[in-house]
C-alpha cells in the first residue's frame, strides 16, 4: 500500500511563501497521478492542485499563486505557494495516485497525514 508523507507546513505572514512536498513509497508506479487537497477548520476538504505526467491542474481560486511539480527520481510532488493569504489557513493532505476528482467523495487512493500552513494577517 502506499504511504504518503507531507512537510514543509509552518506559520508565514500574508504574503510571505511554503513549499509543501509530499513523499511517497510503496507505490507500483512512480509516474501516478497525484494530488494536493486542503481542509481549513469547520469546512470540507477541497481540491488544490494535481499533477498528471507533467500536466498540471489547479484550482480556479488559486489564480497562478500556487505551483505544482514533481520529481518523479523521488517519487515526491511539491507545491510552491506564493502569495499567501489568510484564507489559505489549512491542512493540506496529498493524495495519490489521483484520479481525476475534485470532490473528496470521488476521489480515491491514499492519503497523507496532512501538513498545517497558517497564515497569519
Known amino acids: 500500500q502506499e504511504q504518503l508523507v507531507e512537510s514543509g507546513g509552518g506559520l508565514v505572514q500574508a504574503g510571505g511563501f511554503l513549499r509543501l512536498s509530499c513523499s511517497a513509497s510503496?507505490?507500483?508506479?512512480?509516474?501516478?497521478?497525484m494530488a494536493w487537497f486542503r481542509q481549513a477548520p469547520g469546512k470540507e476538504r477541497e481540491f488544490v492542485a494535481a499533477?498528471?505526467?507533467?500536466?498540471?491542474y489547479y484550482a480556479r481560486f488559486l489564480k497562478g499563486r500556487f505551483t505544482i511539480s514533481r520529481d518523479i527520481a523521488k517519487n515526491t510532488v511539491y507545491l510552491q505557494m506564493n502569495s499567501l493569504k489568510p484564507e489559505d489557513t489549512a491542512v493540506y493532505y496529498c493524495?495519490?495516485?489521483?484520479?481525476?476528482?475534485?470532490?473528496?467523495?470521488?476521489?480515491?487512493?491514499?492519503w497523507g497525514q496532512g501538513t498545517q500552513v497558517v497564515v497569519s494577517s
Open positions: 493524495n495519490s495516485p489521483w484520479n481525476g476528482g475534485r470532490a473528496t467523495t470521488t476521489v480515491g487512493g491514499s
Open positions: 510503496g507505490r507500483t508506479s512512480g509516474t501516478a497521478a
Open positions: 499533477i498528471s505526467g507533467s500536466t498540471p
